[in-house]
């Protein structure tokens, strides 16, 4: 007699990524988990495996981030099926760093959803896209720098002041701050 076995659920991890260096950084944070708790609670193929977080880590290699590394060890051991993350800056800090680890993750059948770009790295077209997004991101960078640069002089700030460890030499040409 053959019995079907009903499939187990996927084993869903969440990762955040909080750069706020603010009074608003633990409710960020608990929006998000609470999002995504939600979302994993009410689709009955799934089952919670974790929520990873890395506070503070803007700039931060992944390999520095000791939620985000967690996160893969547990994938590596065959413990988490399918990760959802808010969006593509926050899984990585550039493209390259992005399609490093959504590679290895999809190696070992591991897809990750970017909530906000609506994004499943297991799709065949994914990394067209986060490339795509990437320069968006760099042209966006570009645009505020340029017009950080150029609100200066209208807030009265000379070329050699600094603002926040930046001088507005520095953003115009690029060089260091002496």
């Known amino acids: 007699m053959n019995e079907k076995t009903a499939p187990s659920p996927l084993r869903v991890a969440v990762y955040c990524r909080i750069c706020a260096d603010w009074d608003e950084e633990d ?4 929006v998000q988990r609470d999002h995504y708790a939600k979302m994993i609670d009410e ?3 799934w089952v919670m495996a974790g929520c990873f977080v890395d506070r503070k880590q803007s700039g931060k290699p992944a390999e520095r ?4 590394q967690r996160m893969l060890r547990r994938c590596r051991q065959g413990e988490i099926d399918l990760i959802l993350t808010k969006n593509i800056s926050r899984f990585a800090r ?14 070992l059948g591991i897809p990750v959803i970017f909530d ?4 499943n790295s297991s799709s065949l077209d994914f990394e067209c896209y986060v490339t795509l997004y990437a320069v968006f991101a760099q ?3 570009a645009t505020i720098s340029r017009h950080i640069c150029t609100g200066y002089p209208r807030m009265g700030v000379k070329p050699r002041q600094s603002a926040r460890g930046w001088s507005a030499d520095h953003l115009l040409k690029g060089g260091p701050i002496k």
């Open 94 to 107: 550039n493209t390259l760093d992005v399609i490093k680890y959504t590679r290895e993750l999809r190696d």
């Open 27 to 30: 409710s960020a944070l608990s």
């Open 116 to 119: 906000k770009e609506n994004l």
């Open 139 to 141: 042209r966006e960078a």
């Open 65 to 68: 981030r000791a939620g985000f």
């Open 43 to 45: 689709n009955p193929d």
